[in-house]
């Protein structure tokens, strides 16, 4: 059997390697430009939906959120229904560079299916989408602090 995950990573830290040097010019690294693409197309999302969505552990997605802010590319508000909740908004100096983000992702998807024609994209889209899914479940039962039998 092909081992596809091993595929997976490797094209995902790839990718991440070369956002990581090209968008270290504008002060974003290790990631942060994916939760900075979130915040701006989720205005007022909780740190919690943000793990939710990314499929990432607390302690990771705080560290890149006090980055964001810290780099004034985000702010936090508090919740006028839940104090405990602060609410993530992207600032003008946030909202001005995620086009430049969105370019870079397109960049990417374009190099990467290049030599795919429509149908193509459509069935790896809908395979990933799948394969997504699958890992949801047991990314949940795992972050509950249970452990998966092999």
Known sequence: MEDIL???????RALDSISNIEFKEINLSKGQ??????ICENPGIIQEQLVEMLKI???????AIKNLEK????????DDINKKNKLLFPTDKGEEIYPFIIRENAHSNAVALSGFNDKEVDQLANYL???????ADDWQYVKKGNQREY
């Open 71 to 78: 780099n004034g590319f985000i702010l936090k508000k508090s």
């Open 57 to 63: 552990d607390r302690a990771t997605a705080s560290r």
């Open 129 to 135: 989408e799948r394969v997504k899914d699958n890992i």
């Open 33 to 38: 430009f994916v939760y900075l693409v979130r």
């Open 6 to 12: 091993r595929n997976i990573g490797i094209i995902s």
